[in-house]
């Protein structure tokens, strides 16, 4: 014998077929609706990956490309024994939006010149990575808040004459959206 609570229920149902239609096509709507909502935040968060991604390649391509012809020009100067030259190439620059620091290493380890000049003299190893100073090729690290470290060689006609190295923060995706 059923009991009254479902007698209750299917009496509803059998009286009311429009509101239990209604009911179920708003559940429906409903679920589809959060599903492709769902969908959604997961595209988005795959195009901001993707978007985040292809903005820090373009940030080290277009770092490193900028990078080198000004490594000539330094090598240049530091060749005839301009260091005077070479600080003014620097300071230039910095004063472009998004450059921190530059630095010129030279190869005796100390820091010849600085856009901080309270950092000149100083040994560069207290300041970064010994085994990146003596790179040989340009190589660019992110680090804390997306800071970008480029360390660049400048060599001479036989010898390294020392290390190039820029702090370079990119605007990040969250200011551009």
Excluded at 53 to 70: G, I, M, V
Aim: charged residues 20%; aromatic residues 8%.
């Amino acid at each position: 014998m059923p009991n009254t609570h479902e007698k209750t229920i299917s009496g509803f149902i059998k009286n009311n077929p429009v509101v239990l239609t209604v009911l179920l096509a708003l559940l429906c709507v409903s679920a589809v609706y959060i599903w492709k909502e769902v969908q959604k935040n997961k595209q988005l968060a795959i195009i901001e990956k993707n978007a985040l991604e292809t903005l820090d390649q373009n940030n080290r391509e277009l770092l490193t490309a900028l990078s080198k012809p000004l490594i000539w020009s330094i090598r240049a100067e530091m060749l005839k024994g301009n260091l005077e030259q070479v600080n003014i190439y620097v300071k230039d620059m910095v004063k472009e939006k998004n450059f921190q620091l530059i630095q010129v290493i030279g190869a005796d380890g100390n820091i010849a010149l600085s856009t901080n000049k309270k950092l000149e003299g100083q040994k560069a190893a207290t300041w970064y990575d010994s085994g990146m100073l003596n790179t040989d090729t340009i190589k660019i690290y992110s680090v804390k808040n997306n800071l970008l470290i480029m360390y660049a060689p400048i060599m001479g006609y036989d010898k390294k004459l020392g290390v190039l190295v820029i702090e370079y923060d990119p605007v990040s995706f969250s200011t551009i959206h």
